[in-house]
Each structure stands twice: as structure tokens, then as C-alpha cells.
């Protein structure tokens, strides 16, 4: 009789009160760190040779946060993207980054189906990069590269971004989801007037 007070004592322990004791008993997870990929459109307004249509590329976003509040979120946001493509022998790569000071929002933290739904924006300096590689001959490269550098600028200015989100709760400190942004870039320079670019990445972000 006592063996089975005992058991049941210790299945009570085991099933009940643990799912209590664990968010009484653990801090709230206040640091983010993220990564995200996918596909973008870009728009880059230069010289006239450079002037273009909306471009195709990958893109990627970093972004290293702390909440403030339950429902607010201030960190670093670093969104890029990227586009290679051939001419002639040549190849031209056309780079546009923003590493922004970004604010998130939870605006329904509190209603149930809608907590992961964010609001994010943002403003930082900005980095533009143009690059031309020429082909190597078999064997002239030591390292085994097929291309060379043969000119790259690069020119600097100013930006922001705004955003739409919606992420999922995996674990208590692994969370995923998706993003559309539009980021806008100021340059200014003899190449990079300005530059627009609308990533939608799929993103992991890490809490603790």
C-alpha cells in the first residue's frame, strides 16, 4: 500500500507540476540572433549604363536583437542582395547592402493564431559594390579560380527599410518564419545613384 502511495506521489510530480514550474522557474528570453535566405527584386538607379529594370538575385538578412519590452524588439538588421550575371567574357556582379538600427513590433503579442505577426523598419548606412571579372586561363590561377578581379568600386551612402512578418514558435528558444521587406538605398555616387530591393526570406531566429 505505501509502494503505491509512492508511485503515485511520483507520477504526480512528474506529470503535473513540471509544466508548471517551467515558465514560473526560467527568465524570459530577451536576445535574438537570425538568419534568413530567399529570393528578391532590385531596381539600381546609376549611370545610364548601369540604370536598370527589377533584377532577380538572392538575398540574405542578419539581424541581432534585444527585447525592451514584451512586445518590442531594437537590434541590428543587415539585409543584402546580390546579382551576377554574364556579358560577353565578362561577368558583373552588382551588390547592395543596409546594416540598419531596426525596431520590431508584436502588435497582437497577446491574441492567440496572431503573436507571431511583426512590424519592422529601420534606417543605417549603406554599401553598394560593382565588380568585373575577366576569365583565367587553364593553369593560371594557383588556387584554382576561373575568374579575376579586374575592376571594383565601391561607393557608400544612406538607408531604411520597412517590413511585414510572421514567425513560428519551434522550440521555447527556436523560432521560424517568413518575411517581405522593401529597402531603399541613397548613394549618390559617379556609379550608385540609388537602389530599391524587395526580399521575401524564410528566417531562423534563436532566442536566449
Known amino acids: 500500500m505505501r509502494a503505491a502511495r509512492v508511485t503515485l506521489l511520483l507520477l504526480a510530480l512528474v506529470a503535473f507540476p513540471v509544466t508548471a514550474r517551467g515558465d514560473a522557474t526560467q527568465p524570459p528570453r530577451k536576445w535574438i540572433v537570425g538568419v534568413a535566405y530567399g529570393p528578391a527584386r532590385a531596381k539600381i538607379d546609376g549611370a545610364d549604363s548601369l540604370t536598370t529594370d527589377w533584377l532577380d538575385g538572392p538575398a540574405q538578412s542578419i539581424r541581432v536583437g ?5 512586445t518590442m524588439r531594437l537590434g541590428f538588421e543587415h539585409q543584402a542582395w546580390l546579382r551576377e ?3 560577353h567574357d565578362l561577368k558583373i556582379r552588382a551588390g547592395v547592402q543596409l546594416e540598419a538600427l531596426g525596431l520590431t513590433v508584436y502588435p497582437a503579442a497577446e491574441r492567440a493564431g496572431w503573436s507571431g505577426l511583426y512590424l519592422t523598419a529601420g534606417a543605417g548606412w ?3 559594390r560593382l565588380t568585373f ?20 568600386q565601391d561607393e557608400y551612402g544612406w538607408g531604411g527599410y520597412a517590413g511585414l512578418g510572421y514567425e513560428f ?3 521555447r528558444s527556436l523560432a521560424a518564419g517568413a518575411m517581405l521587406s522593401y529597402n531603399h538605398v541613397d548613394i549618390g ?11 521575401l526570406v524564410a528566417n531562423l531566429n534563436w532566442s536566449f
Open 133 to 152: 571579372l575577366e576569365p583565367l586561363a587553364p593553369g593560371e590561377s594557383a588556387i584554382g579560380d576561373t575568374y579575376e578581379v579586374v575592376f571594383k
Open 126 to 128: 549603406a554599401h553598394c
Open 66 to 70: 534585444r527585447m525592451i519590452t514584451p
Open 169 to 171: 514558435q519551434i522550440t
Open 85 to 87: 550575371q554574364g556579358f
Open 189 to 199: 555616387g559617379s556609379i550608385f545613384d540609388r537602389a530599391d530591393f524587395v526580399p
